[in-house]
């Protein structure tokens, strides 16, 4: 069993930036695959990045390329969502996610096992 908690969410003006964070605990972190998803209300949950065991491959919707990136810090059990040049449409709950992926490539939809309580995150226009 993997816990997972989120941190960083809040209130943002359009253009700005936030940084999530999601540390967990119970199991060797370095041997799940990360990802983060995020929720608008009213919509499905959507994949937004993931990232490798060792983080040496990550995948992004292209709703966030070149806006967002997808880091870990195995050491400190922590997985990391830096948003840049946030738009009012990144607005949604967002989820921190591992997953028993067996290779060392980004996990793909459908395929986490264990999920954090979320962080809200708000982009003003």
């Known amino acids: 069993q993997v816990q997972l908690v989120e941190s960083g969410g809040g209130l943002v003006q359009a253009g700005g930036s936030l940084r999530l964070s999601c540390a967990a605990s119970?199991?060797?972190?370095?041997?799940?695959?990360m990802g983060w998803f995020r929720q608008a209300p009213g919509k499905e949950r959507r994949l937004v990045a993931g990232?490798?065991?060792?983080?040496?491959?990550?995948y992004y919707a292209d709703s966030v390329k070149g806006r967002f990136t997808i880091s870990r810090d195995n050491p400190k059990n922590t997985v990391y969502l830096q948003m840049n040049s946030l738009k009012p449409e990144d607005t949604a709950v967002y989820y921190c996610?591992?997953?028993?992926?067996?290779?060392?490539?980004?996990?793909?939809?459908?395929?986490?096992?264990?999920w954090g309580q979320g962080t809200q995150v708000t982009v003003s226009s």
């Open positions: 119970g199991r060797t972190f370095s041997n799940y695959a």
């Open positions: 990232i490798s065991r060792t983080g040496g491959s990550t």
């Open positions: 996610a591992a997953s028993r992926w067996p290779s060392d490539t980004a996990a793909t939809f459908g395929n986490y096992n264990y």
